[in-house]
Each structure stands twice: as C-alpha cells, then as structure tokens.
C-alpha cells in the first residue's frame, strides 16, 4: 500500500451551502492531506467526460446536469491507503445506507447530491487528476 493520491470532488450540493470547510475537517481529521485544491465550475464537456463511464445509465443526464449546477471544489489527497480510506471516510454512495459518521451520512441530501466524489481505483485516481490538474499545482 503506502502513501498514494487520490482524487475528490466536493459536490454542487455541498459548496451552495457553504460547507466546504466542514467536509475538509472532516478529510483532514481523517489524516488525508489536501495537497491540491481549486473551487470551479464544471462544463457540460468536463462533468460528460468525467462520469463517460456511466454514459448508459438511466440518471447520466440528470447527473451531468446537477454537476454542472453550481462550484465544485477539485481536489488531490495524500496519505495511506488514500483511495481506500477517502471511500471509507465518503461513506456508501446513497446516504441511507451510509455509515455514521461518513460524510455522506452527515452531509448528503440524495443518491445524486451526495456531496462529495472519490476515486474508486489507483488508476481512476491518475486519470481523474490529470483531468483537472498539471503537476506543478500538486504541492505535497
Ligand atoms: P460513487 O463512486 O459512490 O460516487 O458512485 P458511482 O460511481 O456509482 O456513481 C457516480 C455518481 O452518480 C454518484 O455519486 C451519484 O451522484 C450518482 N448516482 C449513482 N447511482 C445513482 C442512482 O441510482 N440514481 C441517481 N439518480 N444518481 C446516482
């Protein structure tokens, strides 16, 4: 295992109320590392391609749609086991079965606004991050 990056996004639901600073309490309380942030708006073109792998199903456009609706804020964690442990840390994808304590259970309003996004691989991590930052704005 050792130190790895993985990628976050927290979501349109969660930067329109403010709770950004929350969220990164939460990751850093979690001995994750912010090592790279920026707060954007997503276009259509970005949100499409980054969910491209949900392209078939049922909620792509209403997921496209919502993620296009407001700021996220992008980001790059360092730390142990980092994909892993931000999944944990997340919680299950829809906040009902989420675990207590997660940021999904705490946070997330719906299946779709869920607040935040993780990577599920190492793979899918390098991919993500490279979709929206060069290496020199990664300062571990
Ligand atoms: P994640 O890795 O836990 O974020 O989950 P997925 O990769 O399976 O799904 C990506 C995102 O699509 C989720 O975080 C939700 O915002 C949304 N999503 C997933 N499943 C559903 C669903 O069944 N219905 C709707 N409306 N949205 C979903």
Same mark, same amino acid.
């Given at each position: 295992?050792?130190? #790895?990056?993985?990628?976050?996004?927290?979501?349109? $639901?969660?930067?329109? =109320?403010?709770?950004?600073?929350?969220?990164?309490?939460?990751? @850093?309380?979690?001995?994750? =590392?912010?090592?790279? &942030?920026?707060?954007?708006?997503?276009?259509?073109? &970005?949100?499409?391609?980054?969910?491209? *792998?949900?392209?078939?199903?049922?909620?792509?456009?209403?997921?496209? $749609?919502?993620?296009?609706?407001?700021? *996220? *804020?992008? &980001?790059?964690? @360092?730390?142990?086991?980092?994909?892993?442990?931000? =999944?944990?840390?997340?919680?299950?994808?829809?906040?009902?079965?989420?675990?207590?304590?997660?940021?999904?259970?705490?946070?997330?309003?719906?299946?779709? #606004?869920? !607040?935040?996004?993780? !990577? $599920? !691989?190492? #793979?899918?991590?390098?991919?993500?991050? =490279? &979709?929206?930052? !060069? @290496?020199? #704005?990664?300062?571990?």
């Amino acid at each position: 295992m050792g130190v #790895e990056r993985t990628f976050s996004l927290i979501k349109p $639901d969660a930067t329109k =109320r403010g709770i950004t600073g929350l969220i990164n309490a939460d990751i @850093e309380g979690a001995g994750l =590392r912010i090592v790279a &942030q920026k707060r954007i708006l997503m276009t259509r073109a &970005q949100a499409e391609t980054f969910y491209a *792998v949900h392209k078939e199903r049922p909620f792509y456009g209403s997921l496209v $749609d919502y993620m296009t609706s407001g700021p *996220v *804020v992008a &980001q790059v964690l @360092e730390g142990e086991n980092a994909v892993l442990r931000y =999944r944990e840390v997340m919680g299950a994808t829809n906040p009902e079965s989420a675990l207590e304590g997660t940021i999904r259970k705490k946070f997330a309003v719906s299946v779709t #606004e869920n !607040s935040v996004h993780g !990577s $599920d !691989s190492p #793979e899918n991590a390098a991919t993500e991050i =490279r &979709q929206f930052f !060069s @290496e020199n #704005e990664i300062v571990g």
